[in-house]
Structures are given as structure tokens and as C-alpha cells.
């Protein structure tokens, strides 16, 4: 077993099981964002024309056409501000693109409503067959890996890709962002999208077929959609001053928008994963690389991160009912569940994949600068 060790100037340790150190105690991210991030980093005024620029070839490209763009809004802070920024300052004509895994919160569903009644939008929602969905998301438990948010995920980005090339779609915004996100979650426990391991685990374990569940592999998403369809991913918010508790209060003052703990928890889901699964039994806490990356962008101080990661990932009251709803939503016993999570620990590797492919891929990616962000 290694030594524990956090670094000395994030708040990454070796809960990161591939993380190094230099003599000092930091750790490769932040020499990472030393010399790979930060010196890329632009002046703000550069950005906005940079931006309208942008602006003007999307709307160039969508002239008659119904929505000149996409974007995937979840209600939660990012996406709820990109499509404040897509409609007001970028001046376009999105088309809001709501998917429904079954695992929303009311607050969530709330804020996406606002915001497309506040922005006067149009949006479609996709509602995946919950059965299926169910079906995979307890093949992922079964199969005992960190990632069990990779069928939502996957549904999600597989869904919207699906519908915009379908409809001739050609620009997607994606609330992804520079400013929040320096420091990539580990690779073990958050892999890139693997289409092959996501069936190869449902071959094992699933029980129902898939017929309807929206697919989307690392092949159709970068060649051909990319290069064969022209298809274009735009990151808005790296262009804008975004500072999360500005927007929140812009987002609060203009639509009543509500937030919520924590950065992905609109979902039920998603929080009893990050927040109890992932931490207990592979002892990865997520809010250490988001922590990290704020630490590094000079958002907070280092004591600070500190201090949150010192408190409860969220209420235990919370965290049973919550266990006790997912068990029941996928049709399995509480004691089974619990089984299932202090059961053996797997990785992707232990099942079939295309992750040196698309880390071969990722490689490439950074050599030519597309990804700045570690990635191991
Ligand atoms: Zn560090």
C-alpha cells in the first residue's frame, strides 16, 4: 500500500492512485496547469471579441434555419448560465435539449423551467425508457466498478449527439469550462466514453435488451460525426467572466433559479454516487479535484478547501433515504444493495474496452493542445 500523501499546494492526494510528487510535496496537476494550463490562459477583453466572433460564424451558419445551435441543459449552474450567455450575449438561437434518465430532482426540473420560460426558448425533451436505463444502471452495480454514473452520462451526451446530427444541428454548446475545471476527477474512477465496456457490462449482467437507449461511440462521436458531419463543440463559458456565485445570483435575480449543494447534484442519482458510493468504496471524494481547481484558478484558499473536505459529502439522513429510494427504483432490496456496494472492487480493466484506444486518442489530443488537463 503507498503512503498517504496530499499535496502541498492543491488538495489532491493519493486517494488519486496514479497522482506523483515533486520534492516539495505538489503534485503533477498543478504542474500541469503550471506549464500546460496556465500560460494559455487568456485576457478577458481578447476573449469577448473572440467570442462574438464565434457568435457571428453560429449564426452565419444557422441563417434561415429554426435553431442555429444546441445545448444540453441539466438546471444546474453551468448550463443554466450557458444558456443565459448563448441567448444574450451570444445573440443565438438555441435550441434547449432536455434528457430525461429518470433520476431528476423536482429543483432541477424547476430551474430548467425558468429558464426556458425567462429566456423564451424552445425545448424538447428526450425521455429515456426508463426499463432499460434501470436494466444497465443495476448491471453497473453488479459489475463492482467506480464510474456508476457512466449510463446516465452516457445517455445524456449519446441522446443530444443522436438529435443534432439527426436534424442537421451542426453547433453544440457545451457548458464544460476552463475556469472550474483545471483538474480532471481520475481516470479509474471517471473513464472517457467507452461504448464497448458500457455493453460488454450489460452483456454480463443485464437482463433486458436495449433496444431504444441512446448510443454513441468514441468512433461515430469523433470521425464521423466530427469530420464526416462538420458537427462543432463550442465551450461559451470560457470566454465570460464566470465566477459560479455571480451567475448563481444572476441566474436567482432574472429567473428564480434555485441552486443547489454541490456542482452535479441536480440528481438523485448522481449525488448518492459521488457522495456516498464512490467515497466509500473507493475512497475517492470528487470535491477534491473540483476543490483543487478552484484552488489553482485563486477562487479559494487551500485552508478553505480543506475545511469542506472535513465535513460530510452530504446529510446521512439524506444518504439512507437515498439508498433506500435507488434500491427500490431498480428493483432490488436494500440488503442486497448494501451486498452489492461492500462487494469485490473492479475496474474497467477487469471487463472488455477501448480505453487505449481512446487514450491513445486523449494523447493525441494533448500534444496538439485540444486537452490541456492531465489525463492518466
Ligand atoms: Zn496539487
Not at 497522482?19 to 500546460?36: A, L, Y
Not at 461559451?236 to 448563481?248: I, Q
Not at 474497467?348 to 481512446?358: A, P, R, S, T
Request: charged residues 30%.
Amino acid at each position: 500500500m503507498r503512503k498517504y500523501q496530499r499535496c502541498t499546494r492543491c488538495v489532491m492526494d493519493t486517494s488519486d492512485t496514479m497522482i506523483s510528487f515533486d520534492e516539495n510535496g505538489v503534485c503533477d496537476h498543478c504542474k500541469n496547469f503550471e506549464k500546460r494550463i496556465k500560460p494559455n490562459l487568456k485576457p478577458q477583453e481578447n476573449k469577448l471579441e473572440e467570442l462574438e466572433a464565434i457568435s457571428k460564424g453560429i449564426r452565419k451558419a444557422g441563417k434561415g434555419k429554426e435553431y442555429d445551435c444546441i445545448l444540453g441543459l441539466s438546471g444546474g449552474v453551468d448550463s443554466s448560465y450557458l444558456a443565459y450567455v448563448a441567448k444574450e450575449i451570444m445573440h443565438l438561437r438555441p435550441l434547449i435539449y432536455v434528457v430525461d434518465t429518470g433520476w431528476n430532482l423536482n429543483v432541477a426540473v424547476e430551474n430548467i423551467e425558468k429558464i426556458v420560460k425567462g429566456l423564451n426558448l424552445d425545448m424538447y425533451t428526450d425521455v429515456v425508457n426508463w426499463k432499460e436505463m434501470a436494466d444497465l444502471q443495476l448491471s453497473y452495480f453488479k459489475a463492482q466498478v467506480p464510474f456508476q454514473d457512466a449510463p446516465q452520462d452516457h445517455a445524456i451526451f449519446a441522446s443530444l449527439y443522436n438529435y443534432a446530427t439527426k436534424n442537421h444541428i451542426k453547433y453544440v454548446l457545451t457548458g464544460s469550462n476552463q475556469s472550474t475545471e483545471f483538474v480532471r476527477p481520475p481516470l479509474e474512477f471517471m473513464p472517457l466514453n467507452d461504448l464497448r465496456l458500457l455493453k460488454d457490462i450489460h452483456k454480463k449482467f443485464g437482463k433486458r435488451k436495449l433496444s431504444t437507449f441512446p448510443m454513441c461511440g468514441i468512433f461515430k462521436y469523433r470521425l464521423l460525426y466530427r469530420y464526416i458531419y462538420g458537427m462543432k463543440r463550442v465551450f461559451p463559458l470560457d470566454y465570460v467572466v464566470y465566477d459560479k456565485e455571480n451567475a448563481e445570483k444572476l441566474l436567482h435575480d432574472r429567473f428564480g433559479w434555485t441552486r443547489y449543494e454541490n456542482k452535479h447534484y441536480e440528481n438523485v442519482f448522481t449525488r448518492f454516487y459521488e457522495g456516498y458510493y464512490l467515497v466509500n468504496k473507493f475512497g475517492y471524494d470528487t470535491r477534491k479535484n473540483v476543490l483543487s481547481s478552484q484552488i489553482l484558478a485563486g477562487m479559494i484558499s487551500r485552508e478553505e478547501a480543506l475545511n469542506i473536505l472535513s465535513k460530510n459529502t452530504y446529510d446521512p439522513e439524506q444518504i439512507e433515504q437515498d439508498k433506500e429510494y435507488i434500491a427500490k427504483k431498480l428493483g432490488i432490496k436494500k440488503e442486497e444493495f448494501d451486498k452489492i456496494i461492500v462487494g469485490e472492487k473492479k475496474s474497467w480493466k477487469d471487463y472488455k474496452n477501448v480505453m487505449k484506444l481512446i487514450l491513445l486518442g486523449a494523447k493525441i489530443c494533448k500534444l496538439f493542445g485540444i486537452e490541456s488537463r492531465n489525463l492518466r
